[in-house]
């Protein structure tokens, strides 16, 4: 781990799953997974230093970037479950930090995320090479999943238009940007419920490629691959070439 033992390059948090917070297959939904990364990423970010409170001294926030889940399932209904995290790796631009999910004793899965330091008021990225401390927070422990691939629709494929809408206001997070879970579930809606009833997301991999806005109309497209996985852009109704984010689901037959 760190040459610095004063800092904690590994935090962990606890949860439990009560019916109020279930999916319709009873358990824990894939965008409260991904709360749950943000929320025990910011606390390791503000217990080593590099958190909210010491970036907006430079006029910085950080930003995800990039998600890649992988489980072998989700925590059930009124199961305990819990997340750990640590920072692989960082540099001038971004950081990369990873996750591993378990449920009781039981390792179902890791998570890889990049986070990208962002100036709040150009809205551009910011320069991290500010601050040393962030070299004595990087652990040496790997993860085990992939890496997120470069995520863009297979060649010769013609998306079909899955929906519209329009983002009003809480839709909006704490950066003035449309938040990270509002589009999961834009991405998982393109399926019905009853495709999850029987098959698993073991894969969700999202990149996030331009900020949406209050009053944004977007629209989402999706293309299905032979092998059953599923390719999602969210973009703007009205520039399609401004795309808010691209993301891949790989769903696998459940066994448990």
């Known amino acids: 781990m760190s040459a610095t033992p004063d800092i904690p390059t590994e935090l962990t948090h606890t949860w439990h799953i009560t019916a109020a917070g279930c999916s319709a ?3 824990l939904p894939l965008a409260t997974l991904v709360e749950r990364v943000i929320e025990l990423a910011t606390d390791h970010a503000n217990m ?3 958190g909210y409170d010491r970036l907006i001294t430079d006029g ?3 930003v995800l970037s990039r998600i890649s889940i992988e489980t072998s399932r989700m925590p059930a209904m009124y199961e305990d479950y819990s997340l750990t995290t640590w920072i692989e790796s960082f540099n001038r631009h971004f950081s990369e930090r990873n996750f591993e999910i378990r449920a009781g004793n039981e ?3 890791y998570i890889r995320t ?3 330091a962002i100036n709040i008021s150009t809205r551009r990225p910011a320069d991290l090479s500010g601050i040393a401390s962030l070299a004595d927070t990087v652990s040496s422990r790997r993860c085990p999943i992939a890496p997120q691939p470069k995520l863009r629709f297979p060649a010769g494929s013609t998306p079909r238009r899955e ?6 206001a809480t839709d909006i997070d704490f950066n003035r940007h449309v938040t990270t879970v509002r589009y999961v579930n834009l991405v998982l809606d393109i399926l019905p419920v009853s495709v999850y009833d029987l098959r698993h997301v073991s894969r969700f991999d999202i990149a996030f490629r331009h900020e949406a806005v209050e009053g944004d109309e977007w629209v989402t497209e999706a293309v299905e691959s032979p092998e059953g996985t599923f390719t999602v ?4 109704a009205t520039d ?5 984010c691209m993301a891949r689901l790989i769903l696998s037959d459940k066994t448990n």
């Open 25 to 27: 297959q009873g358990r």
């Open 48 to 50: 080593i230093g590099v």
């Open 60 to 62: 910085c926030a950080w």
């Open 107 to 109: 390792v179902i899965g």
């Open 114 to 116: 990049v986070w990208v």
């Open 163 to 168: 929906g519209s809408y329009r983002f009003l």
């Open 233 to 236: 852009a969210v973009r703007s």
């Open 240 to 244: 399609p070439s401004r795309e808010f």
